[in-house]
């Protein structure tokens, strides 16, 4: 798929898992399509499958307060989920549903073009940067994979359960503004 209109319309109507039965709302993705910047977590909460908009409960509350430390606000950015339906009771998706939504995400990939992608947690570094990905020793290291830099950051969930990850994220945090300023020649 080509346009984006489109794919958020058949996204919307997804039907290719067993999530399809359970969710209030997709949650596609927000923010700006023509950044230099991706966010991917792993898939939406309880206020995301209300609202239809990822990363706006406690967690997404808190990732605009790390982001806004970088002078990042969502028109500068691009932020959506593996999986694009709530898994029950906020579990891990699982294998089948990440790949019945790889596709709608391949197609935000391939139409946004970001230079870098931050994975937020580590399913979505597992997923997307290594299948043996370990957030607790990996974390803020950037790999170049596919044309794109990516890195994986603490899921913010993660951080309001567990407040001594936050000086770690701070320095990934420094390190994401360092190499978007990098990839963008200091244009920002």
Request: charged share 25%; net charge positive.
């Amino acid at each position: 798929m080509n346009d984006w209109e489109q794919l958020r319309k058949t996204c919307l109507h997804c039907e290719q898992c067993e999530l399809c039965k359970t969710r209030h709302n997709v949650v596609f993705g927000d923010g700006n399509p023509h950044t230099p910047i991706l966010l991917i977590g792993e898939g939406p909460g309880e206020q995301e499958d209300l609202t239809g908009v990822p990363f706006v409960g406690a967690a997404g509350q808190l990732l605009t307060q790390m982001l806004d430390i970088i002078d990042l606000d969502r028109s500068q950015y691009y932020i959506t989920n593996i999986v694009k339906c709530r898994p029950p009771r906020n579990r891990d998706p699982h294998p089948n549903e990440q790949a019945a939504c790889m596709g709608y995400l391949r197609s935000q990939v391939r139409m946004i073009r970001p230079k870098i992608i931050v994975c937020l947690g580590r399913i979505a570094a597992m997923k997307l940067i290594d299948p043996q990905y370990r957030i607790t020793r990996q974390h803020g290291q950037w790999v170049n994979k596919g044309g794109f830099w990516m890195t994986a950051i603490y899921h913010p969930s993660a951080l309001l359960r567990d407040v001594s990850k936050r000086p770690d994220t701070f320095d990934d945090l420094m390190s994401i503004r360092q190499k978007l300023d990098e990839v963008m020649g200091n244009q920002n």
